[in-house]
């Protein structure tokens, strides 16, 4: 298999939740590419869980499962994109990375 095609697999593999965190810990030596998606996978991955936490305990299960479709919809998306080796930039999902990042460096 090319490099190319290993990397698009990674870039693409990212978007598997538990598959990101431990690329994230694990792997030493990662590209910006590379981190720019694993902080995509995780940012969708925390949101999901924060606002089906929240949905929950205002006992609207209805939506949690419209929020898990959702979830599993954009996530599709940009694991097809990396895999087809597209250009992915989610303005949103770069603040909120750099917020939960200042507030981790604190």
Do not use: C, G, T
């Not at 590379?34 to 929950?56: C, G």
């Not at 770069?94 to 460096?105: N, P, R």
Request: no cysteine.
């Amino acid at each position: 298999m090319s490099e190319i095609k290993k990397d698009n697999l990674k870039y693409a593999l990212a978007y598997i939740p538990l598959v990101a965190f431990f690329f994230y810990f694990a792997e030493e030596k990662k590209s910006e590419e590379f981190k720019k998606h694993l902080k995509y996978a995780m940012v969708l991955f925390l949101a999901y869980i924060v606002i089906s936490i929240i949905l929950r305990l205002i006992l609207l299960w209805w939506l949690v499962w419209l929020l898990l479709f959702a979830y599993l919809i954009v996530s599709a998306i940009l694991w097809y994109k990396a895999y087809n080796w597209e250009n992915i930039d989610v303005e949103i999902l770069d603040e909120i990375w750099d917020k939960i990042q200042e507030k981790i460096d604190k």
